[in-house]
């Protein structure tokens, strides 16, 4: 009751102020305000309407009521509106009184994270008779007024019965503020009594509001930085500071529709841009490389890319030197001469443990010369700054926020920055994981242009528009939750469903003959009901099952059809028999081994046709086999008399002059070409210690090659590609090692780290300079205790593993515990999956009962039973079918099994 006899009163101190407004005319100077002019150009937004009470009545009668009457401060204000038009003792009394007069609703920061709202309302005195004495009777006891002066005007406020300051109300010209922030109400004041201060109409240029429209929404750059500072946890970010020194808005009149709020008007940009789309706009290539994992998009869809650069980010603190260097080497040479006016900014979920990941997409009439401008440029910066992925050349940029500099302040968020091209599409990452990311999706046709999996606000991108921003509510919704404030993080996650409800936001601006025009579109589901997700564990039945007559050994693991980019299945039965399956259970061919297989599946294009190759290893020989199951030439070749223990495949530059890499138990070295030839300082390498895995080759952007070996008596051997031993090198990391390391991008430094955990549980983090960086011991309550770092199937991210006694505890790469497993077998096999967002899965194999757990990453089962298995577990993500795809091998079967995501 409190609340509406609060604002009962205020309604009461208006009209009295009302009643009164003829006296205070004959000691006032009285003029006609502008309510605009008394509100602050960073005001979050504004909303200015003469038909309050239709549109209100519109909004209450509209579907999307459905969804703002969950949102708490419609519903008290529904709640009053309601309660106090009875009190009058004639229904509709209170739309009566603001109808047909302007009324403003704008929304102010007043504080680091709050915001207040202030109403401007004109005031008709001939509207006030016959209320006066009623409202008079309503007035709670204990309630008082009390007026005071603020720069010589009166200033009238209202105590609840608590003794609580809950309205501020002033008389200014021909209007009345009030707020429940005092601060505001004084802050109009001032801008009342100083007509030299801009308000928000400086802005909007002084457009008149259409006084028959529902009304209008006013937006700005520094309200939108206003929102951001109080809701964001970092407030000193680019976007913001952009954001704080526009003196841009928009004038959006509002206008429902089924389905849809929409908002159109007129932009108010400082700058003469010429909003106009390229008439050379090729959407369709963008489109078919906007992955699926895209959570926002920012649009330039200009003339030329000249006219692009015109949209400079001011805020943004360059770098003379590196603006001095990309003007001399790239810009004054010709860099953009081949660009269109198409530039695409993707924000992309998190994948392979990169919680921040973007894309840049800038499209081009021929990549290639722009490219050898890069290279040019790169090459002035260090010896080594490329590398492949999918047959695709990744350029390396060391500079922090190369994009920003090249395009005038705008993509910020590149650290580092990697670049490719397809299609004569030129695409900037911030990191691998978001490079591979885009190049996987756009490989496997998951993108907004191929898949049938493609999310409905693609509609919302078109040609037409010359700037766009659609943010796809859903997939970024725990992102915004993640980096706002702890406050509204807490709100936001509370009032999940109801923002949900909004499928997407999207804003166009377009050039029209007489004017430039935004679009700003809220769709929304009238009937959303919050999406169940599965907090318990899902009963799996086999999708498919092959019984061979031999029980296997080894696999299941994956390899690529060449022929029409489908999954074959490999496995090895107990005779040592290899057998490949097609995706669909028929064998495609059958072939006897020397011995069991002691490597990864590789494959090779041996004739660089496109035809691949399966490359293995048993303890013996290395097997090359092609899918009609028929060796390659000279295959298979031994090491003599030495037994091999791993083997690793690579390709420095892409060339298909495979080399393989291999580690004996012996403790040896060898470097192979794909004849099976030993290679010079390689014939072999002796370091007398067996490796904790396969030895492998790592490019290190801005540093070169290295070929790495980690031992098991904890020494990390480094050399060059001739074999040549670098300084430091063995780099002792411990005294015994059992897992093997990985190489990572630590996102804090952006520097290269070579992690592994020792078997006494300490965390090491090397470069391959030979230094150590960091050292940390995890608790260790058992001299047996066991500790692994596995990584995921890319080797993007990875978890710890910490056994002790029968309890298995992962950690995730800063040490955070993740969960808890209760074990009781000795023999574990342990599995880390990242599919990118939140779709990773942990898998822990039993080998002595045989079983397969899986856990999501709060450690909750995702199966009520375990899956039967007798080796390490088969997994693959069907992005546009949103499953999961497991195989699992036990005794003589192979089954697959699906689950949905």
């Not at 999406?531 to 061979?548: F, M, Y």
């Not at 995706?583 to 035809?611: A, C, H, M, R, W």
Request: charged fraction near 20%; hydrophobic fraction near 35%.
């Amino acid at each position: 009751m409190k609340i509406w006899k609060s604002l009962l009163v205020l309604l009461f101190v208006i009209l009295l102020a009302g009643g009164g407004f003829w006296v205070y005319q004959q000691y006032f100077s009285a003029r006609k305000v502008n309510s605009l002019d008394l509100i602050s150009q960073d005001a979050v937004f504004v909303f200015d309407t003469y038909q309050g009470a239709e549109t209100w009545n519109s909004l209450v009668n509209d579907p999307a009521w459905g969804i703002f009457k969950t949102f708490p401060a419609f519903e008290k204000l529904s709640s009053q509106l309601i309660t106090l038009d009875s009190l009058t003792g004639e229904s509709g009394q209170i739309a009566k009184l603001v109808q047909k007069e302007q009324l403003s609703i704008s929304l102010h920061a007043t504080g680091i994270e709050n915001f207040e709202l202030l109403y401007t309302l004109n005031l008709s005195p001939s509207k006030t008779s016959g209320l006066l004495e009623d409202f008079k009777s309503k007035i709670p006891e204990g309630s008082r007024f009390q007026t005071r002066m603020y720069s010589d005007q009166e200033v009238v406020e209202y105590y609840n019965q608590e003794n609580n300051r809950v309205w501020s109300i002033a008389i200014l010209g021909d209007l009345v503020a009030f707020s429940s922030s005092s601060f505001l109400v004084e802050q109009a004041i001032r801008y009342y009594l100083n007509e030299n201060q801009e308000g928000f109409s400086k802005l909007i240029q002084n457009t008149e509001l259409d006084r028959n429209s529902p009304g209008r929404l006013l937006l700005s750059g520094k309200g939108m930085a206003s929102l951001l500072k109080g809701v964001a946890g970092d407030r000193e970010n680019q976007a913001i500071s952009n954001l704080e020194i526009m003196n841009a808005a928009l004038a959006l009149n509002l206008s429902f529709k089924e389905g849809l709020l929409e908002f159109t008007g007129p932009v108010f940009y400082p700058d003469p841009i010429n909003f106009t789309p390229s008439i050379r706009a090729n959407l369709t290539a963008i489109e078919s490389l906007i992955s699926n994992s895209t959570l926002s998009l920012t649009q330039y869809n200009l003339e030329s890319i000249f006219e692009t650069q015109k949209i400079e980010n001011r805020a943004f603190p360059f770098r003379s030197t590196l603006v001095g260097e990309i003007q001399r080497t790239l810009t004054d040479r010709g860099f953009f001469d081949n660009f269109s006016g198409e530039l695409y900014l993707l924000d992309l979920e998190k994948f392979g443990g990169s919680d921040q990941n973007l894309a840049l997409l800038a499209r081009t009439v021929d990549a290639a010369p722009a490219l050898s401008l890069l290279k040019d440029f790169q090459k002035s910066e260090s010896e080594e700054n490329s590398d492949f992925y999918l047959d695709y050349e990744i350029l390396f940029v060391p500079e922090e926020e190369f994009p920003a500099h090249l395009f005038q302040g705008k993509f910020h968020g590149f650290g580092q920055t990697f670049i490719t091209s397809v299609n004569d599409i030129l695409i900037f990452a911030n990191s691998q994981q978001a490079m591979k990311l885009i190049l996987d999706d756009f490989t496997s046709n998951n993108t907004w242009r191929n898949s049938s999996n493609a999310p409905d606000a693609k509609s919302e991108l078109n040609s037409a528009s010359g700037f766009s921003r659609i943010y796809l509510i859903d997939e970024i919704w725990s992102k915004w939750t993640k980096y706002s404030n702890p406050s509204w993080s807490s709100f936001l996650q509370r009032y999940t469903s109801s923002f949900r409800s909004f499928p997407w936001i999207s804003l166009h601006i377009n050039k029209l003959p007489d004017r430039t025009e935004a679009t700003l579109r809220f769709p929304y589901k009238s009937d959303y009901t919050p999406e169940i997700k599965q907090s318990g564990a899902i009963s799996l039945q086999p999708n498919k099952s092959i019984v061979l007559d031999q029980k296997l050994i080894y696999g299941p693991a994956t390899v690529i059809n060449y022929q029409d980019n489908t999954q074959d299945i490999l496995v090895q039965d107990e005779n040592n028999v290899m057998h490949l399956f097609n995706e669909i259970g028929e064998e495609v061919y059958s072939y006897p081994l020397d011995g069991p297989i002691v490597s990864d599946i590789f494959q090779v294009d041996y004739y660089k046709n496109g035809k691949l190759q399966i490359l293995l290893a048993t303890k013996n020989k290395i097997y090359g086999i092609d899918r009609l199951g028929n060796l390659l030439p000279r295959y298979p070749f031994s090491l003599g008399n030495q037994w091999i223990s791993h083997l690793n495949l690579v390709d420095y530059s892409n060339t298909k002059e495979y080399r393989y890499f291999i580690s004996t138990e012996e403790g040896n070295l060898f470097l192979l070409d794909k004849t099976g030839q030993q290679l010079d300082g390689w014939n072999p390498l002796t370091i007398q210690e067996k490796t904790t895995g396969a030895p492998a080759h790592y490019r290190i952007p801005g540093k070169g090659d290295y070929m790495a070996a980690l031992s098991e008596k904890g020494n990390l051997f480094i050399f060059n590609r001739r074999g040549e031993k670098l300084a430091a090198s063995p780099l002792k990391l411990g005294d015994a090692i059992k897992s093997r390391g990985i190489v990572w991008r630590d996102p804090s430094s952006r520097s290269f780290k070579f992690v592994t955990v020792t078997s006494n549980g300490e965390i090491i983090h090397s470069n391959f300079d030979g230094e150590i960086g960091y050292r940390n011991q995890l608790i260790k309550d058992d001299r047996d205790s066991e500790f692994m770092l596995v990584p995921d199937q890319k080797e993007n991210d990875f978890v710890f593993i910490s056994r002790q006694y029968n309890e298995v505890t992962v950690l995730d790469k800063s040490e955070k515990q993740l969960m808890n497993i209760r074990v009781s077998g000795d023999d574990l096999i342990y599995q880390y999956f990242d599919f990118g967002a939140d779709r990773q899965i942990f898998a822990l194999t039993d080998l002595t009962q045989e079983f397969c757990y899986l856990y999501d990453m709060e450690g909750n089962l995702m199966t009520t039973m375990p899956l039967e298995s007798s080796s390490s577990v088969q997994i693959t993500y069907q992005s546009s079918k949103g499953q999961y795809l497991i195989r699992t091998i036990s005794g003589s079967r192979i089954t697959e099994f699906l689950l949905s995501d």
